[in-house]
């Protein structure tokens, strides 16, 4: 109860040892040790810049449950955008996070996303296929 299961859009910045990621949580701001050899697994697949994830502090560092899902190219903006849609055009970017853990089904779906190709000219990201 302490340290209650939430769901989170990560970066990972970097990977102090293995199946350990130093992570900058996009909600919170911050930046945390977490423990995960699923995203291990993943990232043998899949690159992504952000990743959608159940997390916990477990005392020592962060650690993930369930499903993750990598956003390939998708920042920010694109989830607050899908967030508004989702919302019926009503949502302030302050309550993105509030609406994932009020409601994350929708957001899970953004794994389908993971799957669509990525359009790119010169190195710029112009959009996706769908």
């Known amino acids: 109860m302490a340290n209650p ?7 990972i910045i970097d990977e102090p040892a293995a199946d350990f990621y ?5 909600f919170y701001k911050q930046t945390f040790l977490l423990y995960s050899p699923e995203i291990t697994r993943a990232k043998e697949e899949v690159e992504s ?9 477990n005392g020592m560092c962060f650690k993930t449950f369930g499903i993750i899902i990598p956003l390939g190219d998708f920042t920010m903006d694109d989830v607050f955008s899908y967030g508004i849609h989702v919302n019926d055009g009503v949502l302030d970017e302050q309550d993105l996070s509030a609406d ?10 953004l794994l389908n996303r993971d799957y669509v190709p990525a359009i790119r000219a010169k190195d710029e990201l112009v959009g996706v296929c769908e």
């Open 22 to 26: 130093t992570i900058f949580d996009e």
């Open 100 to 109: 994932i853990e009020t409601n994350p089904f929708p957001y899970i779906m």
């Open 49 to 57: 810049s952000l990743w959608f994830m159940l997390i916990s502090n």
């Open 5 to 11: 299961w939430r769901f989170s859009l990560v970066s």
